[in-house]
């Protein structure tokens, strides 16, 4: 059971990043996945969920209207989309599946993807 996440890097304020969180021995069909991020010194903050049935996605308030997060479940991927990051979004971006619907609490994820680093520079 592995999540893979890819797509971090360095961009100025203003710009756009794409996060990839490839699975692999399981299928995303039955998880809700989220993204978490966290910063140095900080604990793990949710960012956005989208849940097994598809529907509504839950962000957080810090990265809404900025974020978007989508999945194919034929490519078992979860995807987020990040515009107009800023420098405070600067962090390490992980990716989880759950089958608990406490979207916000990292302790409900059963899998977690090793992180990617987005920088955001001024």
């Known amino acids: 059971v592995q999540l893979q996440a890819s797509g971090g890097g360095l961009v100025q304020a203003g710009g756009s990043l794409g996060l990839s969180c490839a699975a692999s021995?399981?299928?995303?069909?039955?998880?809700?996945m989220g993204w978490f991020r966290q910063a140095p010194g900080q604990e793990r903050e949710f960012v956005a969920a989208?849940?097994?049935?598809?529907?509504?996605?839950y962000y957080a308030n810090s990265i809404k209207g900025r974020f978007t997060i989508s999945r194919d479940n034929a490519k078992n991927t979860v995807y987020l989309q990040m515009n107009d990051l800023k420098p405070e979004d600067t962090a390490v971006y992980f990716c989880a599946a759950s089958q608990n619907v406490n979207w916000r609490e990292p302790v409900w994820y059963k899998f977690w993807g090793q992180g990617t680093l987005v920088t955001v520079s001024s």
């Open positions: 021995g399981f299928s995303l069909r039955a998880y809700h």
């Open positions: 989208t849940r097994r049935s598809g529907g509504d996605p």
